[in-house]
């Protein structure tokens, strides 16, 4: 009883057996238009939207690369130039 109260309004069964005039009985083509154009400008959006992540992407890719071979560049560099494999000198100069 209380699931009639609350949704009677909604119920075909409380408005007599009529169907709620939400729902269109026939076709309606000027509907199917606007379907058509959502549906394309959905596409568009979508485009846009891979074409501007495939961009970032890519730019993401460059400055990865660009960061590892900067670091292969720094492994390869020693940090400080060894000294003590130099011959030390057997006199001094004047």
Do not use: V
């Not at 057996?17 to 509907?31: A, L």
């Not at 400008?41 to 400055?63: D, N, P, R, S, V």
Request: hydrophobic share 30%; with cysteine; glycine share 6%.
């Amino acid at each position: 009883m209380a699931a009639s109260a609350e949704g009677g309004a909604r119920d075909p069964e409380s408005n007599g057996g009529e169907k709620p005039s939400e729902e269109p009985e026939e076709f309606d083509p000027s509907r199917m238009i606007g379907i058509i154009k959502r549906k394309a400008f959905i596409k568009e959006i979508t485009a846009a939207y891979h074409a501007e992540c495939l961009a970032c992407c890519k730019e993401l890719l460059q400055f990865q690369r660009k960061w590892e071979e900067e670091q292969h560049a720094e492994a390869k560099m020693p940090e400080e130039p060894n000294t003590s494999s130099a011959k030390p000198l057997k006199r001094r100069k004047r």
